[in-house]
């Protein structure tokens, strides 16, 4: 009240705004009450009190009043400043419609009384709960409070509050634990009802909607039952309340709320207040001085529901200045006509009203198309001095002309905190994600693990990504890395250990050569078909380097290398054992009178089925390389790790060449089989009988695990099963034979070769 009265004053004063008009003003107490703020509005509507200035001291019930305010020769005033509460000036507009008198509230904030075509004459240099409540969803989302209660007095204010609250927080992911509404008479039942579910629910922060006087209530009751840990969110009704600091300091510590801009100084209203004199209050005499003591009354440094009032009555002279200004003919009224701003109509001050646009203590004041100024509100903080006082501390801004990205301005590092957080559900960490609770908020949640090949980034994640084919995700499944490429190389141990087999089973080989041919004079190598020997010795040694050709990384051509090695060389190897029995079969055979079988398989013939049963492999081999030839393959079908494998191409041209080498062996061991129990001491059938049954119990064994395996296992049991059948060729065959040689040389003679 005190500085509209001031602010009037300041207007009169000046010679730039309004040099020829003086204005006057009317006050009536609304005592917060609508039957009270309906007659007090009439009365300054309809022109009483009489010419001049009067002021009902009915202070003491309520600190809203209805300002009024109008040209001084006016009885009747053209525009009332006021209410503060938004249901009462609800009631205000709808009673006064008629009139179309214009209302400035200086603090109701209800988003309701934005609807123009409801309340076309209503404006208020107060914003709008709309900005309030994207602020408050801003703030809850921002601290990660996704599990907050509401509360709010059974008012017009609070009701639309909260709807928006609800409506707003859904996109940034908060959630009410509860909703809960109070008499603005608080009974003991109704603080009961309300301190119950404030301590049945697990939401540690409280966004309130009401004013101080209610705001007592509940702290009182909260200090009975001893409930601690509460963040409390104020509303801009009581963001600002300091007297509840008084009492209950130990419960607010740390609350966080929107408080309207703050003038940080209106010049001489400081001195306008403490040069009051007022009389009739005892124990004072009514001639102190105010500027002996401190209070509430003449503290000037929160500014900001009297600067709301400062504004406003500005609002109105700006509006009546640009009413002066008015160029006959270029009017905004009918046929370009402008209002005397002497006798003003209601209806033509409302016009210009809305157009202001002016500049105040340095902040520029304009209105939207609701009568909204621009929403900016101050986050302040309620800080504990170490003397036990209240600090309120300014720890960020709203400003709704910004970015919505950057509208909410915080620094964190200067808060104080009652309690930290206040979640329904723990965020789910990265490597996870979010799975509802059926029928429960959006809030509350169960955290499940990324499923295999897939990761999340982020907290809270809706879904998990799936890493891309040569990736896969790490152990904490938040991050997709290069998938680990494997094949059997010759830098690991089980490669080593291969190629060193290998190596020695071609040495070996080679080795028993030169021994053989070291004694190629020899009964025991002369009658075991020295030639055919040395060819099998060295087809071995070739069978023994082709698991070389296995180990390393594949590429095209070492695959379309390696299948025809392996089965052309060992098509060479069973084609000179069959070729051997043969020669056992037909040499017994020979002996028969009259038989001329040897003329017919001599050396040009033995070499010449060797030849003959290898070319069917090579022709196998050929049309295979032609058709579909094998190729290097990276497969990522396998969860952590691309094989790096030679694919055959044409499964059927790998089991042709692997049949027709099981085809071979059948043979072999077939006719071995048949000459094992022939007379001769160094009989080799016998030999060959055992290499063959070496031979099938390997690949017998192979097929099954080479199906079943994967990756360089798969390569190292193709490699196991050339060698492990090489090495019983070699054993088996040639062995014995290295031993009368090398240790027996006395049985290396015809003698002993002839005794049977």
């Not at 209240?390 to 620094?411: C, E, M, Q, T, W």
Request: proline fraction near 4%; aromatic fraction near 10%; charge should be neutral.
């Amino acid at each position: 009240m005190q500085t509209m009265t001031f602010a009037i004053t300041e207007i009169n004063q000046r010679s730039d705004l309004l040099p020829h008009l003086k204005l006057g003003f009317h006050i009536r107490d609304s005592c917060d009450d609508i039957p009270v703020s309906l007659r007090a509005a009439l009365l300054l509507v309809n022109g009483q009190p009489e010419i001049g200035t009067s002021v009902e001291n009915n202070q003491e019930k309520n600190n809203s009043y209805n300002l009024g305010c109008a040209a001084i020769q006016s009885t009747v005033s053209p525009v009332i400043i006021g209410d503060a509460a938004s249901g009462v000036s609800m009631a205000l507009l709808r009673s006064l419609g008629s009139f179309h008198i214009p209302l400035v509230s200086y603090f109701a904030s209800c988003s309701c009384l934005s609807n123009q075509k409801e309340f076309p004459t209503f404006m208020r240099s107060m914003p709008s709960d709309a900005f309030q409540i994207r602020a408050l969803a801003r703030l809850v989302s921002y601290f990660g409070w996704t599990w907050v209660g509401v509360i709010g007095v059974e008012s017009d204010y609070a009701r639309f509050a909260i709807q928006l609250f609800l409506q707003e927080s859904v996109q940034y992911g908060v959630c009410a634990a509860y909703t809960h509404f109070y008499p603005v008479v608080l009974s003991q039942q109704a603080l009961d009802e309300l301190l119950d579910v404030i301590q049945m629910s697990s939401s540690k922060v409280i966004i309130n909607f009401s004013g101080e006087s209610e705001m007592k209530g509940i702290l009182r009751q909260v200090r009975r039952r001893n409930i601690t840990g509460l963040q409390w969110i104020a509303s801009e009704a009581w963001a600002t309340a300091k007297s509840l600091w008084e009492t209950f300091g130990d419960l607010l510590a740390g609350t966080l709320g929107f408080a309207i801009q703050r003038a940080d100084v209106i010049p001489g209203l400081k001195e306008h207040l403490a040069g009051l004199n007022y009389q009739d209050r005892l124990p004072c005499k009514g001639t102190e001085d105010l500027n002996d003591v401190y209070s509430s009354y003449s503290d000037v440094t929160q500014l900001r529901v009297s600067y709301n009032v400062y504004k406003a009555v500005y609002v109105v002279a700006h509006a009546l200045q640009d009413m002066s200004n008015c160029v006959v003919g270029q009017g905004p009224f009918l046929n370009g006509s402008c209002a005397d701003p002497k006798n003003v109509k209601p209806w033509q001050l409302v016009h210009y009203m809305k157009g202001a646009n002016f500049s105040a203590l340095g902040e520029r004041v304009s209105f939207d198309q609701n009568g909204d100024p621009i929403a900016y509100y101050d986050l302040m903080n309620w800080q504990r001095m170490p003397d036990g006082s209240l600090h309120l501390v300014k720890v960020g801004f709203y400003d709704a002309s910004s970015p919505s990205g950057r509208s909410l301005v915080i620094n964190d590092s200067v808060i104080q905190w009652p309690a930290s957080r206040s979640v329904c559900s723990d965020s789910c960490p990265q490597g996870s994600r979010v799975t509802r609770r059926k029928g429960e908020p959006i809030c509350c949640f169960d955290c499940v693990p990324c499923a295999e090949g897939e990761v999340s980034n982020t907290t809270d994640s809706l879904d998990c990504s799936r890493c891309s084919e040569d990736t896969w995700p790490n152990k904490a499944r938040d991050l997709c890395i290069p998938k680990t490429i494997e094949f059997l190389s010759y830098h690991e141990l089980m490669g080593i250990v291969l190629c060193v087999v290998s190596v020695l089973g071609a040495c070996i080989s080679l080795s028993i050569l030169v021994i053989f041919f070291t004694h190629k004079d020899t009964p025991l190598v002369r009658a075991n078909n020295m030639e055919l020997s040395f060819l099998l010795l060295v087809f071995l040694a070739v069978c023994f380097l082709v698991g070389l050709l296995f180990i390393g990384e594949p590429s095209d051509w070492l695959c379309r290398i390696r299948y025809p090695a392996f089965g052309i060389s060992f098509a060479l190897c069973i084609s000179c054992l069959l070729a051997k029995t043969a020669v056992v079969l037909m040499a017994f055979r020979s002996t028969l009178p009259g038989s001329r079988v040897m003329k017919w398989f001599g050396p040009n013939q033995q070499r010449a089925s060797v030849l003959f049963g290898t070319a069917v492999q090579v022709i196998i081999c050929v049309v295979w390389l032609l058709t579909s030839p094998p190729h290097a393959n990276n497969n990522t079908d396998y969860s952590s790790t691309i094989i790096i494998e030679c694919v055959t191409g044409s499964e059927a041209g790998f089991w042709c060449v692997l049949g027709y080498i099981g085809i071979l062996a059948c043979m072999c061991f077939l006719m071995a089989f048949l000459a094992r129990k022939l007379p001769d001491n160094f009989n080799e059938a016998k030999f060959i009988t055992f290499s063959m049954l070496i031979f099938f119990a390997v690949w017998v064994t192979f097929i099954p695990v080479y199906v079943s395996t994967a990756g360089k296992y798969t390569v190292a049991v193709h490699i196991f099963a050339i060698l492990a059948s090489a090495f019983g060729l070699l054993f088996c065959i040639f062995v014995p034979k290295c031993y009368i040689i090398i240790v027996k040389p006395e049985k290396n003679s015809k003698k002993n070769m002839m005794q049977r």
